[in-house]
């Protein structure tokens, strides 16, 4: 029995010299609408090619999407709620903490924090909720991941919305235009940022994008700042990496306002700061440590940071822990039903039984390290090379195991920069559908609570990771039937 398939949008193979002209079409219509990036081969920073994308939009239940943008304001409050739980971060992570280096720099620096204070109480959530539909069970979802920290592909994921509305025209198919849902994720996260901003109260501050030292994905970035600029003119926005933060950044008087050369800064939002290479030296964890004291409000808070990682994600499945924060049943019960199969691999009985399971069966399951950004995990029989050696070792806290999930197949056209024509053939794809959330609060209130847009990505069937920067994945956007 093979993986179930869904339909294509429309009928497929599309005639041979009307997808040739689409094509040309549809990736001139996506570079000319901000649905870029520079190649990491070749590197230009004057020069821009379209972010790989599939030509029609994926189809996916509606019942389903709808599911997973219901719950979002309820995901906001639960991750708030959990990072602002020191218990369940120090007993989720506390095994990890021993054996991945860069989780305890991160968990020390909330450790500090919370020894010597900041000046800001108040954090602001830009996130990103993931989900596979799961085609052993109705195609119904199940979360793949939270994301706490840098959650990409707003601008790109609204571009494309809008690109396969064209193509959709472009095909004659316009009667269908209802089924692709409207997508405001630029303009809700920017929102996000820009209510922070006013929060902060102060007309000439700015806001502090964190970046990477060179940035392939510029759209996803640039537009961020554009949108900001239209929806508020007077508000400048300042792009540093965490090195030059160190250089340039003190914090001034009582209050503790974050001065970067002569501005002051409101809301810090981190485009990078999320893997142990961006922190070359002990120069940028003095920098992430001297904004988190500061008056400045943090996208994310290292609370939240730590809130997104996979360790926390497995162990808010245990039996009863959703409870903790969502004591309303009629909202927990949903969010448990997104939960697959999470297993902590800790050196306790419940560890040793997961670690056999893998070995085991590993094509059942991922093995997932404290890592973001995409290209980390491991799948298949490399969990027997890679579980197999630490086995018996704590080292194996630093990863979770996690049911895989096996979306529906569907067919597309995935195209990708420099490729010509190799890329108008057929191929089988699956999809993951991203919905982000906007929220800001402290420990005692939420101000504000939203779910704000949704991405779609797209990989090719075969493919264990869909990153799209990393050259796997393509962006595409829902056909709800
Ligand atoms: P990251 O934070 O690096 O993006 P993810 O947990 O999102 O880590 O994993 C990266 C990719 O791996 C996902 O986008 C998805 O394609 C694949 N993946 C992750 N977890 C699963 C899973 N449980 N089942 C199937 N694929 C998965
Ligand atoms: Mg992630
Ligand atoms: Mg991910």
């Not at 570079?31 to 790989?52: K, L, S, T, V, W």
């Not at 089924?179 to 501050?205: D, F, V």
């Not at 909202?331 to 997961?354: E, R």
């Not at 108008?424 to 929220?439: A, K, N, R």
Request: hydrophobic share 40%; charged share 25%; proline share 6%.
């Amino acid at each position: 029995m093979g993986t179930p398939r869904l339909d294509t949008c429309v009928p497929v193979p599309i005639d041979q010299e009307e997808l040739e002209t689409l094509v040309d079409k549809a990736k001139d219509w996506a570079i000319m609408h901000g649905a870029g990036m520079r190649p990491m081969e070749g590197y230009d920073p004057d020069g821009m090619r379209f972010a790989p994308f599939v030509l029609l939009p994926s189809t996916f239940p509606k019942s389903e999407f709808d599911r997973a943008v219901r719950l979002q304001p309820i995901i906001n409050e639960l991750f708030h709620k959990v990072a602002h739980s020191y218990e369940f971060l120090f007993e989720s992570l506390k095994s990890t903490l021993e054996v991945d280096p860069f989780t305890a720099k991160l968990f020390q620096l909330y450790e500090t924090i919370r020894r010597e204070g900041t000046a800001q109480a108040l954090s602001l959530g830009l996130f990103r909720s993931d989900y596979f539909p799961h085609s052993a069970e109705d195609n119904i979802l199940k979360q793949v991941e939270m994301n706490t920290i840098a959650s990409s592909l707003a601008q790109i994921a609204t571009a494309t919305s809008r690109l396969h509305r064209y193509v959709l025209s472009e095909l004659g198919q316009d009667d269908k235009l209802e089924q692709l849902p409207k997508n405001e994720a630029l303009q809700g996260l920017c929102g996000g940022m820009l209510r922070a901003w006013e929060i902060y109260g102060e007309p000439k501050a700015v806001i502090l994008f964190i970046v990477e030292p060179v940035t392939y994905n510029i759209c996803d970035q640039r537009f961020h700042e554009f949108e900001i600029r239209k929806m508020k003119p007077q508000v400048t926005v300042i792009r540093r990496t965490l090195t030059e933060v160190a250089a340039q950044a003190k914090l001034d008087g009582p209050n503790k306002r974050l001065l970067v050369g002569k501005y002051e800064v409101a809301v810090v939002y981190f485009r990078s700061g999320y893997t142990p290479d961006q922190y070359p030296t002990e120069a940028e964890w003095d920098a992430r440590l001297l904004m988190e004291k500061s008056l400045a409000i943090k996208c994310p808070s290292i609370h939240y940071h730590l809130a997104g990682t996979k360790k926390v994600q497995q162990a808010l499945a245990l039996p009863n822990a959703l409870e903790k924060f969502l004591p309303d049943t009629n909202k927990a019960g949903p969010v448990q039903k997104i939960f697959t199969g999470l297993y902590s691999l800790d050196m306790d009985s419940l560890g040793d039984k997961a670690v056999k399971m893998a070995l085991a069966d590993p094509d059942r399951f991922v093995l997932k390290p404290q890592r973001e950004g995409g290209g980390n995990n491991v799948y298949g029989k490399d969990i027997v090379d890679v579980l197999g050696k630490i086995q018996h070792s704590k080292e194996r806290s630093a990863y979770i195991l996690m049911d895989r999930i096996v979306p529906p197949l569907q067919q597309n056209y995935m195209l990708r920069p420099g490729r010509g024509k190799a890329t108008y053939e057929l191929v089988d794809v699956v999809s993951e559908l991203g919905i982000y959330g906007v929220v800001i609060g402290d420990a005692g209130t939420i101000l504000e609570n939203k779910q704000v847009g949704h991405m779609l990505r797209t990989k090719l069937a075969t493919a264990n990771e869909g990153g799209v920067a990393a050259g796997w994945g393509a962006l595409d956007s829902p056909f709800l039937f």
